[in-house]
């Protein structure tokens, strides 16, 4: 699709919601959200795959940051939804947002208790998990669900296992009658994938769609999303930006002759053809796959890594999302990589992820991400995560960007594994175990990457620096982004990392931007009348932002109007959460702005100065 085609559907969009409302029935304008504003709604809600981005209906090019929703579904506490209640998924979309500064997450859902009989679709399940799930939508965040597995299923594991797995109900299980799992000397739950003789076979099975399992599965599917659509309004659906049809799929084992590439060809694809297909019979026809290659394909350890990104695909066009996970094996080991990450640490990798994406006509998404915040390795957190979040945002190192920013390459949507609002409090009978009730960390195989948790009066807080957490980021962008760069101060204890100085040659720059975090967003307008904008974080109140820009210098820029070229405003969802408006003329035109929070009363002398060492260092920098 066209950026003018979808601008036109997103003329169409409003122009039906106008008709729909003369002609008597609930006007469009009634489910906007509490901060919207003329460009919000239903047309800004549609998103789509076009040129290798995401775009919304305005024809903006849109980047999806936020979390998984939740952990908490591969336990059965809750019974496999992310939440007790209504009111604990509302509290905690509005700390991801307020806090943790996301605009999309990535919602779990479990097979197990969608169809925990053969055949019969859990509808009060599914009613659940759809509350849940519009909890996030009314607060303003996007949502893409995710059919969960890790191990096949925790209907393999004995009750005295070390392990546990989430997945498919145990008549799936029961059906194939697995020998006893053991995973023999693992020091990591992750090596069941490879050792796990009923783990592989189950796995396996499931692939070759024995017992007709897979089949149930599709059925189950598509249930599912045919319940979601049908009991979300048309203006929340359109929050609803796409489904991950299976979570890390792996072979189990490879037939005779048969490698990863080829079982990602033969067997990954077509299940894939198949839950498109799927989709489509749903409702789902408008909305992209976000497809993952075998889990294996990009690990950071040579020994574990395996040939796949669905190479023999072809191209995989608007309909499908190149859909990969990071993580650095290497750092978790405690043994491959001493010491803590360091500036442009992932750049190789998450660069090829993007090439990945261009190479197969879609965009990417990197739907999980994440380091241990407890343990031996807890240690390297804040460099792992602040690495991951640089190479999300650029596919350079910080000591390179600003002498080559042409280079700078897409801005990468990503969700962080996890947010999970009962971290640290559960109470999981692991394997339904009396004897083993979990209640530390994520309650699951030991792991702890929650990003946030309850402190002792029931208030979500972050487990992690809000610095490196609640980032500036270009949510949505009038045009074409040509480079970002974020500098987020982030600390690794009493240390602030800084990997992206403001370089000598811009010294007016370098003292408006102090000690400060700062972002510097490149951008080529397109004419569309629909701002830019960027998620400000909460480390930017309106009375300490500064914004330097060809568009104007700023300091404590006005709340939006259509004729203010630099504004702030509420994000959408009643959250307190805010963003940046920069409305820029004009088609073509290579724009720049300077966001920071580190300068105190600049005077208007500094600013110019400024200003003029950006105009100067951008006419040369982009072509």
Same mark, same amino acid.
């Given at each position: 699709?066209? @950026?003018?085609?979808?601008?036109?559907?997103?003329?169409?969009?409003?122009?039906?919601?106008?008709?729909?409302?003369?002609?008597?029935? !609930?006007?469009?304008?009634?489910?906007?959200? #509490?901060?919207?504003?003329?460009?919000?709604?239903?047309?800004?809600?549609?998103?789509?795959?076009?040129?290798?981005?995401?775009?919304?209906?305005?024809?903006?090019?849109?980047?999806?940051?936020?979390?998984?929703?939740?952990?908490?579904?591969?336990?059965?506490?809750?019974?496999?939804?992310?939440?007790?209640?209504?009111?604990?998924? @509302?509290?905690?979309?509005?700390?991801?947002?307020?806090?943790?500064?996301?605009?999309?997450?990535?919602?779990?859902?479990?097979?197990?208790?969608?169809?925990?009989?053969?055949?019969?679709?859990?509808?009060?399940?599914?009613?659940?998990?759809?509350? !849940?799930?519009?909890?996030?939508?009314?607060?303003?965040?996007?949502?893409?669900?995710?059919?969960?597995?890790? +191990?096949?299923?925790?209907?393999?594991?004995?009750?005295?296992?070390?392990?546990?797995?989430?997945?498919?109900? @145990?008549?799936?299980?029961?059906?194939?009658?697995?020998?006893?799992?053991?995973?023999?000397?693992?020091?990591?739950?992750?090596?069941?994938?490879?050792?796990?003789?009923?783990? @592989?076979?189950?796995?396996?099975?499931?692939?070759?769609?024995?017992?007709?399992? !897979?089949?149930?599965?599709?059925?189950?599917?598509?249930?599912?999303?045919?319940?979601?659509?049908?009991?979300?309004?048309?203006?929340?659906?359109?929050?609803?930006?796409?489904?991950?049809?299976?979570?890390?799929? $792996?072979?189990?084992?490879?037939?005779?002759?048969?490698?990863?590439?080829?079982?990602?060809?033969?067997?990954?694809?077509?299940?894939?053809?198949?839950?498109?297909?799927?989709?489509?019979?749903?409702?789902?026809?408008?909305?992209?796959?976000?497809?993952?290659?075998?889990?294996?394909?990009?690990?950071?350890?040579?020994?574990?890594?395996?040939?796949?990104?669905?190479?023999?695909?072809?191209?995989?066009?608007?309909?499908?999302?190149?859909? /990969?996970?990071?993580?650095?094996?290497?750092?978790?080991?405690?043994?491959?990589?001493?010491?803590?990450?360091?500036?442009?640490? $992932?750049?190789?990798?998450?660069?090829?992820?993007?090439?990945?994406?261009?190479?197969?006509?879609?965009?990417?998404?990197?739907?999980?991400?994440?380091? #241990?915040?407890?343990?031996?390795?807890?240690?390297?957190?804040?460099?792992?995560?602040?690495?991951?979040?640089?190479?999300?945002?650029?596919?350079? #190192?910080?000591?390179?960007?600003?002498?080559?920013?042409?280079?700078?390459?897409?801005?990468?949507?990503?969700?962080?594994?996890?947010?999970?609002?009962?971290?640290?409090?559960?109470?999981?009978?692991?394997?339904?175990?009396?004897?083993?009730?979990?209640?530390?960390? *994520?309650?699951?195989?030991?792991?702890?990457?929650?990003?946030?948790?309850?402190?002792?009066?029931?208030?979500?807080?972050?487990?992690?620096?809000?610095?490196?957490? *609640?980032?500036?980021?270009?949510?949505?962008?009038?045009?074409?982004?040509?480079?970002?760069?974020?500098?987020?101060?982030?600390?690794?204890?009493?240390?602030? +990392?800084?990997?992206?100085?403001?370089?000598?040659?811009?010294?007016?720059?370098?003292?408006?931007?102090?000690?400060?975090? $700062?972002?510097?967003?490149?951008?080529?307008?397109?004419?569309?009348?629909?701002?830019?904008?960027?998620?400000?974080?909460?480390?930017?109140?309106?009375?300490?932002?500064?914004?330097?820009?060809?568009?104007?210098? /700023?300091?404590?820029?006005?709340?939006?109007? /259509?004729?203010?070229?630099?504004?702030?405003?509420?994000?959408?969802?009643?959250?307190?959460?805010?963003?940046?408006?920069?409305?820029?003329?004009?088609?073509?035109?290579?724009?720049?702005?300077?966001? /920071?929070?580190?300068?105190?009363?600049?005077?208007?002398?500094?600013?110019?100065?400024?200003?003029?060492?950006?105009?100067?260092?951008?006419?040369?920098?982009?072509?």
């Amino acid at each position: 699709m066209s @950026k003018l085609r979808a601008r036109l559907l997103g003329v169409l969009v409003l122009l039906t919601g106008f008709l729909t409302a003369a002609g008597g029935a !609930q006007p469009a304008a009634a489910e906007r959200l #509490p901060g919207s504003l003329w460009f919000d709604g239903p047309a800004a809600a549609i998103l789509t795959v076009t040129n290798g981005h995401f775009t919304d209906g305005l024809g903006r090019e849109v980047v999806l940051r936020g979390y998984n929703v939740s952990g908490e579904t591969k336990l059965e506490e809750n019974s496999g939804l992310p939440f007790a209640s209504v009111a604990d998924a @509302k509290r905690s979309a509005t700390a991801l947002r307020a806090l943790g500064g996301g605009n999309s997450v990535r919602f779990l859902l479990s097979w197990a208790h969608a169809e925990p009989v053969r055949g019969q679709v859990d509808t009060a399940y599914l009613a659940a998990a759809t509350d !849940q799930l519009r909890a996030f939508l009314d607060a303003g965040i996007r949502v893409y669900p995710d059919f969960h597995q890790d +191990l096949y299923s925790r209907h393999l594991f004995n009750t005295g296992s070390w392990y546990s797995g989430d997945g498919a109900p @145990k008549w799936a299980v029961d059906a194939g009658h697995y020998p006893q799992e053991s995973c023999g000397i693992c020091l990591f739950w992750g090596q069941n994938i490879t050792q796990n003789g009923a783990v @592989k076979q189950a796995s396996y099975d499931f692939w070759h769609d024995a017992y007709g399992v !897979q089949g149930a599965f599709l059925d189950t599917a598509q249930a599912t999303m045919t319940y979601v659509e049908q009991h979300l309004t048309a203006a929340e659906f359109a929050g609803v930006v796409g489904f991950d049809p299976v979570n890390e799929p $792996y072979a189990g084992t490879y037939d005779s002759g048969q490698s990863s590439r080829t079982w990602e060809r033969d067997l990954l694809w077509p299940f894939y053809g198949k839950f498109r297909a799927r989709m489509d019979a749903a409702g789902w026809r408008d909305k992209p796959a976000f497809v993952e290659p075998n889990l294996f394909w990009n690990a950071n350890i040579d020994s574990q890594r395996q040939a796949g990104g669905l190479l023999d695909a072809g191209t995989l066009g608007p309909r499908y999302v190149f859909n /990969t996970h990071f993580y650095d094996q290497k750092a978790i080991s405690g043994i491959l990589m001493w010491g803590n990450a360091g500036d442009g640490q $992932y750049a190789t990798d998450f660069g090829t992820v993007r090439d990945r994406a261009s190479a197969a006509g879609t965009t990417a998404i990197v739907s999980e991400f994440g380091h #241990p915040l407890s343990g031996t390795v807890s240690d390297k957190a804040p460099t792992v995560l602040k690495a991951m979040y640089q190479a999300l945002d650029s596919r350079l #190192p910080g000591s390179a960007w600003w002498s080559e920013p042409a280079s700078s390459g897409p801005v990468l949507s990503g969700t962080q594994w996890q947010w999970d609002l009962y971290n640290g409090r559960h109470h999981e009978l692991m394997n339904n175990n009396p004897d083993k009730v979990l209640t530390t960390g *994520d309650a699951w195989n030991d792991e702890d990457l929650s990003a946030v948790r309850l402190d002792g009066s029931g208030t979500a807080v972050l487990r992690q620096d809000a610095r490196l957490l *609640d980032r500036l980021y270009p949510s949505a962008t009038a045009g074409s982004a040509v480079a970002f760069t974020y500098e987020d101060r982030s600390r690794d204890g009493d240390t602030t +990392l800084t990997w992206n100085q403001v370089p000598s040659s811009l010294p007016h720059v370098s003292q408006l931007v102090g000690p400060g975090q $700062y972002g510097l967003l490149l951008w080529r307008s397109d004419g569309t009348s629909a701002p830019t904008e960027l998620h400000l974080p909460a480390s930017f109140p309106t009375s300490t932002t500064t914004v330097v820009s060809d568009l104007g210098a /700023t300091v404590s820029p006005p709340s939006y109007t /259509t004729t203010t070229p630099i504004a702030v405003a509420p994000e959408p969802g009643g959250t307190g959460s805010r963003r940046l408006l920069l409305t820029a003329p004009g088609s073509g035109t290579v724009h720049y702005a300077l966001v /920071t929070n580190g300068a105190t009363a600049p005077s208007a002398d500094l600013l110019s100065a400024a200003r003029a060492e950006l105009a100067s260092w951008a006419a040369t920098a982009v072509n």
